[in-house]
């Protein structure tokens, strides 16, 4: 992995109550994105969520969906999936996609500005749902450019320093925070 790992995190499926002042936190502790993840989510529900906060941290969200909000706010790009798994027509901003296989990422790599491959290990937030990826298979990884998701915690990061990652992404561990503070501490650890 970088020195310095692309830090990103996910936002739940659903909004969370206090969504706005949690993302505000996580890029205040200087992670990179913030992906804005909810399927079920209106266009209104996912522009209230951007428009109540402030602009300066807009450069700094990705869409998994609604991609019409681009033409309203300068937005850090989007990223593709299988329900959005197109960008829109004319967009020449960043983009990122999910991928589920190796085979999925040597058939992206040369096309996204970097790819989240999941489950890398058993997740937080889906019981049930593990990682299946032999080390061997993950140590092949392109070089900067694969980003690991999937029950990273802080007590995953040197695993995850020993491959090739350009960084992690973290959905449930961070979404499982039972405060604003206990947010700040999960936090914290990352940079331990």
Partial sequence: MDKQPLRIAVTPPDALENEPIWIKVILEAGWDYVHLRHPGATLREMKAIIESLPPVYHSRLRLHGHFELLNEFNLGGIHLNSRCPDA??????????????????????????????????????????????AAEELASLPEGKVVALGGVTPFRLPELALLPFKGYAVLGYLAGAKSIEDLRLRLGLFNN
């Fill in 88 to 133: 829109p027509a004319r967009y020449n901003g960043s983009v990122s996609r999910t991928c589920h296989t190796i085979e999925e990422v040597q058939e992206y790599k040369d096309y996204f500005d970097y790819l989240t491959l999941s489950p890398i290990f058993p997740s937080v937030s889906k019981p049930g749902y593990s990682g299946s990826f």
